[in-house]
Nanobody, 125 residues
Framework: EVQLVESGGGLVQAGGSLRLSCAAS????????IGWFRQAPGKERERVSC????????YYADSVQGRFTITRDNAKNMVYLQMNNLKPEDTAVYYC??????????????????WGQGTQVIVSS
């Protein structure tokens, strides 16, 4: 059974930083891309970033480019999202997810089949 557990969320002032972690189990981690998504109140869930498995290519939403960094540690089955210079508009529940097709960093939520429970990030102004 695929399990994804996010952690690291919290309350931070604008301009601050947080590091989110995603602990994965129940599948061959090395074979899969991992995506980070977020969902703010009243908004659709959107992909923030993604990292594939073979060459660790990374992808970012325009809104976080240059501020967020995604990395993975295949030895620990972990994916991280370092978030710097946080803005109030980054406030959301953040989720990590595994795609249905192993190593594809799709942007659509429908392409991802397994999700964590989410971790709340609140950025105060």
């Amino acid at each position: 059974e695929v399990q994804l557990v996010e952690s690291g969320g919290g309350l931070v002032q604008a301009g601050g930083s947080l590091r989110l972690s995603c602990a994965a189990s129940g599948f061959t981690f090395d074979d899969y891309a991992i995506g980070w998504f977020r969902q703010a109140p009243g908004k659709e869930r959107e992909r923030v970033s993604c990292i594939n498995s073979i060459d660790s290519n990374t992808y970012y939403a325009d809104s976080v480019q240059g501020r967020f960094t995604i990395t993975r540690d295949n030895a620990k089955n972990m994916v991280y999202l370092q978030m710097n210079n946080l803005k109030p508009e980054d406030t959301a529940v953040y989720y990590c997810a595994v795609p249905k097709i192993r190593n594809f960093c799709f942007t659509s939520t429908r392409a991802f089949g397994s999700w964590g429970q989410g971790t709340q990030v609140i950025v105060s102004s």
